[in-house]
């Protein structure tokens, strides 16, 4: 009940006031643009600017997923290996349907990757809740899985998709609406469903709630298992979105598809506000932490000082000063 | 109940030694490589089972047996349980790490065993019989020769490299040696961890921060498809070659057809490890002696010799 009561004012407080730590990381996104004006003025072409927002989507996308897990006290380590493995299925299905569909397989393929991956999700799900498994160890099994099994089906090479709808399929990676590359409107879409659930609905406010207190919010009337569950499934279901994105850009699924994006992932998240222990999330927080992460990879190709062996320890560096200035913002 | 489950264990155990008695007969070769966890590998094992059919529907003398491992530690188990129960007469290896190995196929070569190590030597060369292996020095080298004779002797690149080991500081040495001193610049590099997606946004950020490039190299094929895709997306005509290394399908077949950016390849053909069973086999029924040092060179693969180096049905 506390963890209700009190999350109530809290959320009409920062209507009003402003909040430096939400803004946390939108400022550090501003001053990462400003320094990448600095060191090399093509950093804010729209060129550039374009490709590197439309590289974050994939993780903007299934961040907005794990802000869901992560905020009810979940933790999602399967998320890389299950794009792959999405990727894998769409791909030798739309191929399969492909003689007797015509371009139809794509769509066909498209709705084939959300049943997957919300299958994919609620098995994490339940495994986690009803099976009562840490959720770190319980999604390391299933990342093991899901590798295996696309390493499985590409023996280890790669599925390519079908030259037929190669062409047909490649706007949806490369194309613009607009003039807005489709995959920056995806994610746009995405993070506006994710952020009404989260702040607007009974679901939203359930998911903080048993992240903040699993035993006030049972106390409180709220099933645990199955606020928890929908959480992994919603998980699933954006990992399949940023799947079908996935495809077109390279249009082939490999062994190495997804490697370490759970990584970047929760690092996205984390980076975005959403506490790591659960009980706060921040749907435009994690977009503007996928943004970052892909901005900085960005800006050490851009710049010239520093050396490609050095490249990882700079963008840690930078990410460890982007959480403590959030940190000390408060 | 149970005498009869001791009559049925029985009658399996006279049937597996009567197995063993009728195996005896024939020479056991034992292949023991790294399950297919990327595309090279990936190719390694279709070679290698491909070599292992051709085999021993050709010499009924002869067994070839295929064993891959996940890890290092596993193909220390493949071995162990390889040896333990039949007397092999050659080892085809293609080790993990060469530390961890190096103790257990020295135990198999103490059993009498004939040894061949395949790409990846053993920290005691002592132990092979045989050794064979590509030679990313020259990937490096013949990538580099062509491309300076292609742009005339000068032109902005970039490079693309993949993870920091030796096989890709070998192909890298390779690669600058050969352009010191020519009007070649490397403009930038960068790892790209033999990664399609990580390739093609590096790619996508050297487009952006050089308004001109004549070619570009990526030390893999994988990471080539990368770079393809973004030189595509961008448009940009100023790229005049876009070369990459060891063989893969999709890149062989460009070859085939005459592809204008992609005119030529360089391999480290995952096929060596055929190459190297078909040797082991050789020394073993044809009395032909094969112990030594066999280097493969890597010759460009151009449109004349591409069809023997293209294999549609492997993954890789």
Redesign the interface.
């Known amino acids: 009940m506390t963890a209700l009561t009190q999350s109530v004012p809290a959320r009409n407080e920062r209507r009003y006031q402003f909040s430096w730590a939400d803004a946390g990381p939108f400022l550090a996104l501003a001053a990462l643009l400003a320094l990448g004006f600095l060191v090399?003025p093509?950093?804010l072409?729209a060129?550039?600017l374009s490709?590197v927002i439309t590289?974050s989507a994939y993780v903007a996308i299934i961040a907005v997923g794990a802000t869901f897990v992560i905020s009810s006290g979940g933790l999602d380590l399967s998320v890389g290996s299950m794009v792959a493995f999405i990727a894998g299925i769409t791909i030798m299905f739309m191929n399969m349907m492909a003689p007797s569909l015509g371009l139809w397989a794509i769509p066909a393929g498209m709705a084939i990757a959300v049943v997957t991956g919300l299958l994919c999700g609620l098995a994490n799900g339940v495994i986690v809740t009803v099976g009562k498994i840490e959720p770190f160890i319980a999604t390391l099994g299933t990342m093991g899985i899901f590798r295996a099994l696309i390493?499985y089906m590409?023996?280890?090479?790669?599925i390519?998709i079908d030259r037929s709808l190669r062409e047909a399929y490649r706007p949806v990676y490369?194309g613009t609406l607009g003039g807005i590359p489709i995959p920056i409107l995806i994610s746009a879409i995405v993070a506006v469903l994710g952020a009404f659930v989260l702040y607007k609905t009974k679901y939203g406010r359930k998911c903080a709630a048993v992240g903040a207190n699993e035993d006030v919010a049972r106390y409180s009337g709220i099933s645990v298992i199955k606020t928890r569950t929908v959480a992994y499934v919603i998980q699933g279901v954006c990992v399949a979105v940023a799947a079908i994105c996935y495809v077109p850009?390279?249009g082939?699924a490999?062994?190495?598809?997804g490697?370490l994006w759970e990584l970047q992932v929760i690092t996205a998240v984390v980076i975005g506000g959403t506490a790591l222990r659960g009980g706060k999330g921040r749907i435009w927080g994690t977009i503007a932490g996928a943004v970052i992460l892909e901005l900085i990879?960005?800006l050490m190709?851009?710049s010239d000082f520093v050396s490609?062996?050095l490249?990882a320890a700079v963008q840690g560096v930078i990410i460890i000063i982007a959480m403590l200035v959030q940190r000390f913002s408060k | 109940m149970f005498s009869r489950k001791w009559v049925a264990a029985a009658a399996v155990g006279a049937l597996m030694v009567a197995g063993q008695a009728l195996a005896a007969d024939k020479k056991v070769v034992a292949v023991s490589i790294p399950?297919?966890?990327?595309?090279w590998?990936?190719?390694v094992?279709?070679h290698a089972q491909a070599a292992a059919k051709e085999i021993n529907a050709a010499f009924p003398d002869v067994e070839v047996v295929v064993k891959t491992s996940p890890s290092a530690a596993d193909q220390v188990s493949a071995l162990e349980d390889l040896s333990a129960s039949r007397k092999l007469d050659a080892l085809v290896i293609l080790p993990y790490t060469s530390e961890e190995l190096t103790q257990p196929v020295k135990a198999i070569k103490d059993m009498g065993t004939f040894i061949t190590v395949v790409d990846r030597g053993l920290t005691d060369a002592s132990i092979q019989d045989l050794y064979l292996a590509g030679d990313n020095i020259a990937v490096g080298a013949n990538t580099a020769k062509f491309m300076i004779d292609k742009l005339g002797g000068k032109g902005d690149i970039v490079v693309l490299?993949g993870i920091?080991t030796v096989i890709d500081d070998e192909r890298i040495k390779g690669f600058q040696d050969t352009i010191k001193g020519t009007g070649i610049k490397v403009l930038?590099?960068?790892?790209a961890h033999?990664?399609?997606?990580e390739a093609?946004?590096?790619m996508?950020?050297?487009l952006?921060?050089y308004p001109h490039i004549d070619a570009v190299w990526a030390n893999d094929d994988?990471m080539l498809?990368?770079v393809l895709?973004a030189v595509k997306?961008?448009g940009r005509t100023d790229i005049k070659l876009a070369l990459g290394g060891n063989g893969m399908k999709?890149i062989v077949k460009k070859v085939i057809d005459g592809d204008s950016v992609t005119p030529v390849e360089t391999p480290y053909p995952p096929s060596m490890i055929k190459t190297a069973i078909y040797m082991t086999v050789a020394n073993l029924i044809g009395q032909a002696p094969v112990r030594g040092h066999v280097k493969l060179d890597a010759p460009l693969i151009t449109q004349a010799n591409a069809k023997e180096y293209y294999f549609p049905d492997?993954?890789?």
């Open positions: 090399n093509d950093f072409s060129t550039n490709n590289r390493t590409t023996n280890g090479g790669t390519p490369f850009r390279l082939a490999t062994p190495t598809t490697q990879a960005n190709v851009l490609e062996y490249v | 399950a297919a966890d990327h595309g590998t990936a190719g094992v279709y490299r920091p930038d590099i960068q790892y033999w990664n399609s997606d093609f946004k590096l996508q950020d050297y952006a921060k994988d498809l990368g895709e997306q961008s999709d492997s993954p890789f």
